[in-house]
């Protein structure tokens, strides 16, 4: 892995990034290399952290499997057992499952929005709430690229009192030492690596359907926002999550391991293997490929070593993977943001992690 890793700066395909496995719930690669800034004047420490945009779907799941694990959220129960509101315009069916499947019909927002409304929590689930479905919940996934951090952490919100990052950060962050943020204080910010943005800002939609081009501009979001406090101190449990592939690898091996980190039980084993169980497949509405998704995560199938594996990625270049059956855990985080979104440098790494485990 470290010769692959080192290949990608060699080859100019990286500016800075890092890349972690863990086994058993023990680091066996921790890498990090590279520069934090597109100027190449701030090396790439062991502490540097950087926005994963959708790699945080990941640890939003993970808080939710942990809230319904205590049995706080049936996940099979109809979202407005928690959250009244939401039963408006024929949502009274959809339930919680829905949401961290994609599949609610609620892929994106029907009235327009602006970027800055992205840090209104309460304007942008109070939309949600009084919106009809897409399409007929259940029946598809249609990737909720915004919208699924805002319902799956006001479910969240209604039954613990408190935030998503709230809850990730007192119940699973701080218990693993994980340094990872859904809201990062300001405290922080000096830490931060700068997303390189891609060569082109083309859409990856050829021929957009609606529901595409209303996930894709409404809103509309630059990769220059990443770098102001307003972004980085807000929670969007979808995409604004800010670590570095050590935290989330770290976080998410109590998924690999049963529900147990560092001698200390958090889940049971069947609340981990939950996520594995598939709400829906097919080819999603919004993405346009073929995907199964189970709760919160994408399950792999015959596209890992391992079947029992949970995967996802983030705009750019992003990728997490827990594979349970190898009780693995890996992440990588670039900041150099990938042109297309068949970008194979995460996966390249994960080739050379599971030649090394003899999984090939």
């Given at each position: 892995m470290r010769a692959v890793f080192e290949d990608?700066?060699?080859?100019?395909a990286e500016v800075g990034a890092s890349v972690c496995v863990t086994v058993d719930g023990e680091t066996v690669v921790d890498l990090w290399g590279g520069f934090a800034d597109a100027d190449r004047t701030r090396p790439w420490q062991r502490d540097t952290i950087i926005n994963v945009y959708s790699v945080t779907k990941t640890l939003t799941a993970l808080t939710a499997l942990l809230v319904a694990d205590r049995g706080e959220i049936d996940v099979a129960a109809p979202v407005s057992r928690y959250w009244p509101e939401f039963a408006a315009n024929g949502k009274e069916r959809v339930t919680v499952a829905h949401v961290l499947s994609h599949s609610s019909g609620l892929s994106g927002w029907a009235q327009p929005v602006s970027a800055t409304d992205l840090y209104d929590w309460e304007k942008m689930t109070a939309l949600l709430a009084a919106q009809a479905p897409f399409w007929e919940p259940g029946t598809a996934s249609g990737y909720h690229g915004l919208t699924q951090g805002y319902l799956v952490?006001?479910?969240?919100?209604?039954?613990?009192?408190?935030?998503l990052g709230t809850v990730f950060r007192e119940e699973l962050a701080e218990p693993l030492g994980a340094d990872f943020h859904i809201g990062l204080p300001a405290a922080e910010d000096a830490r931060v690596a700068d997303l390189v943005p891609p060569a082109s800002d083309a859409s990856p939609f050829v021929h957009p359907t609606a529901l595409q081009i209303n996930a894709e501009t409404?809103?509309?979001?630059?990769?220059?926002?990443?770098?102001?406090?307003?972004?980085r101190g807000a929670e969007i449990p979808a995409v604004n999550g800010t670590g570095n592939a050590r935290a989330v690898a770290t976080a998410l091996a109590v998924l690999a391991c049963g529900g147990v980190a560092g001698g200390r039980r958090l889940l049971s084993e069947a609340g981990c293997r939950r996520a594995l169980e598939v709400q829906v497949e097919g080819r999603d509405l919004i993405l346009g490929m073929p995907l199964r998704f189970g709760l919160g995560f994408a399950v792999a199938g015959g596209m890992?070593?391992?079947?029992?594996?949970?995967?996802?990625?983030?705009?750019?270049?992003?990728?997490?993977?827990?594979?349970?059956d190898a009780r693995t855990t890996f992440a990588y985080a670039p900041n150099r943001m990938a042109d297309s979104i068949a970008d194979v440098r995460g996966f390249g790494l994960a080739m050379a992690m599971w030649e090394a485990m003899d999984l090939l």
């Amino acid at each position: 892995m470290r010769a692959v890793f080192e290949d990608g700066f060699a080859s100019g395909a990286e500016v800075g990034a890092s890349v972690c496995v863990t086994v058993d719930g023990e680091t066996v690669v921790d890498l990090w290399g590279g520069f934090a800034d597109a100027d190449r004047t701030r090396p790439w420490q062991r502490d540097t952290i950087i926005n994963v945009y959708s790699v945080t779907k990941t640890l939003t799941a993970l808080t939710a499997l942990l809230v319904a694990d205590r049995g706080e959220i049936d996940v099979a129960a109809p979202v407005s057992r928690y959250w009244p509101e939401f039963a408006a315009n024929g949502k009274e069916r959809v339930t919680v499952a829905h949401v961290l499947s994609h599949s609610s019909g609620l892929s994106g927002w029907a009235q327009p929005v602006s970027a800055t409304d992205l840090y209104d929590w309460e304007k942008m689930t109070a939309l949600l709430a009084a919106q009809a479905p897409f399409w007929e919940p259940g029946t598809a996934s249609g990737y909720h690229g915004l919208t699924q951090g805002y319902l799956v952490g006001e479910v969240i919100r209604r039954v613990t009192g408190r935030t998503l990052g709230t809850v990730f950060r007192e119940e699973l962050a701080e218990p693993l030492g994980a340094d990872f943020h859904i809201g990062l204080p300001a405290a922080e910010d000096a830490r931060v690596a700068d997303l390189v943005p891609p060569a082109s800002d083309a859409s990856p939609f050829v021929h957009p359907t609606a529901l595409q081009i209303n996930a894709e501009t409404n809103p509309h979001h630059d990769v220059a926002d990443t770098r102001t406090r307003a972004w980085r101190g807000a929670e969007i449990p979808a995409v604004n999550g800010t670590g570095n592939a050590r935290a989330v690898a770290t976080a998410l091996a109590v998924l690999a391991c049963g529900g147990v980190a560092g001698g200390r039980r958090l889940l049971s084993e069947a609340g981990c293997r939950r996520a594995l169980e598939v709400q829906v497949e097919g080819r999603d509405l919004i993405l346009g490929m073929p995907l199964r998704f189970g709760l919160g995560f994408a399950v792999a199938g015959g596209m890992m070593p391992n079947p029992n594996t949970l995967h996802w990625g983030g705009r750019g270049g992003f990728l997490a993977i827990v594979d349970l059956d190898a009780r693995t855990t890996f992440a990588y985080a670039p900041n150099r943001m990938a042109d297309s979104i068949a970008d194979v440098r995460g996966f390249g790494l994960a080739m050379a992690m599971w030649e090394a485990m003899d999984l090939l």
